[in-house]
């Protein structure tokens, strides 16, 4: 087992958090993925991967299905949806083909990505379809005339 490009992750990843779950590129699954924290996956998946944490795909990581996180950084492939609350990292040999829906998307040069995408920027969207009252100043100068 080559852990080179998983160390390499894990010492790239900027969460604090104490429990990460690591599963290889010689791991294959079918059905649901579920964690609380961080994960990182490098193997293949026909199903979906459901969390409240952060994700991250290898080079390795071929994922058929849906994903649903915090935040996810994909190195490998996805062939499926991504909804994540926060942020989307789409690395320089990623492949995505279905749709991204985040608050945050950054893709490196390189990347595939065939679908739709949904910016949703959480609290600005709600300033912005909310005009503010115009403020109109009066000339004390017209007033004297």
């Not at 409240?52 to 994922?63: I, Q």
């Amino acid at each position: 087992m080559n852990l080179n490009n998983i160390t390499s992750l894990v010492s790239e990843s900027s969460s604090a958090s104490a429990s990460k779950n690591i599963l290889t590129s010689d791991v294959e699954l079918k059905g649901t993925i579920k964690f609380e924290s961080e994960m990182i996956f490098d193997g293949k998946l026909e199903g979906e991967i459901i969390s409240e944490g952060t994700l991250t795909l290898g080079k390795n990581a071929v994922v058929k299905g849906e994903i649903r996180t915090k935040s996810v950084t994909i190195h490998g492939s996805v062939n499926g949806n991504v909804t994540v609350q926060e942020r989307c990292e789409l690395k320089s040999n990623a492949e995505l083909l279905g749709d991204l829906k985040a608050m945050r998307i950054i893709i490196e040069e390189g990347a595939t990505f065939i679908g739709h995408s949904e910016v949703t920027p959480g609290k600005t969207t709600s300033r912005l379809t909310t005009p503010a009252a115009p403020s109109y100043s009066s000339d004390s100068s017209e007033d004297n005339a």
